[in-house]
Nanobody
Framework: QVQPVESGGGAVQPGGSLRLSCAAS????????MGWYRQAPGKQRDLVAR???????NYADSVKGRFTISRDNAKNMVYLQMNNLKPEDTAVYYC????????????????WGQGTQVTVSS
């Protein structure tokens, strides 16, 4: 498996915006469900958004209406546009190139990259 490479994180004030990018490769990229996860200090890594190969997206309740996930299969890229950021969005954000439905929900089966830090603070 090829590790994804996340970028675009940074420090912003509440209400600000960031666009995260994830570069990945692999022959099965275009058919996989892709996802963005985040992990705050001392907390588990949670799925915040996922997108099918056809572009159908789903979001965690905490980010609905503020985050938008998208993908470009031709470029092997997945993006996360984050608007109206809140302090509780502070976390390391990771993408995963192989997210699958399991009995209890969704699980990441792809490799993890190093993530990109997002800090929201005034």
């Amino acid at each position: 498996q090829v590790q994804p490479v996340e970028s675009g994180g940074g420090a912003v004030q509440p209400g600000g915006s960031l666009r995260l990018s994830c570069a990945a490769s692999g022959s099965i990229f275009s058919i996989n469900v892709m996802g963005w996860y985040r992990q705050a200090p001392g907390k588990q890594r949670d799925l915040v958004a996922r997108i099918t190969s056809g572009g159908s997206a789903n979001y965690a309740d905490s980010v609905k209406g503020r985050f938008t996930i998208s993908r470009d299969n031709a470029k092997n890229m997945v993006y996360l546009q984050m608007n109206n950021l809140k302090p509780e969005d502070t976390a390391v954000y990771y993408c995963n190139t192989d997210v699958r439905r399991i009995t209890s929900g969704w699980r990441a089966f792809g490799s993890w990259g190093q993530g990109t830090q997002v800090t929201v603070s005034s």
